[in-house]
């Protein structure tokens, strides 16, 4: 059975960190370097780690999509 606490307690990203991911990939579908992306979480009191889950799983359904996905990663702007 699942855990009764919640997902934010679970620490799951919040719903704004999650907007501000939709609108980083819908500008770029590249994956940001891992520095970067720990940077940005950091800088927005994010999980580092969720973070790098989130541009994984959304590169993994890309792929799955068919869509073109390239290896280079770029550094993401820590401007919100």
Do not use: C, M
Not at 47 to 63: D, G, I, Q, Y
């Amino acid at each position: 059975p699942r855990s009764s606490r919640s997902r934010a307690a679970q620490g799951a990203l919040s719903r704004i960190h999650l907007l501000e991911l939709r609108a980083i990939w819908k500008e770029d579908q590249r994956v940001p370097s891992v520095a970067s992306r720990r940077a940005w979480a950091i800088s927005r009191n994010a999980n580092p780690t969720l973070v790098n889950s989130w541009f994984h799983r959304r590169r993994a359904a890309a792929k799955r999509a068919g869509e073109p996905i390239t290896l280079e990663s770029y550094e993401l702007s820590l401007e919100s």
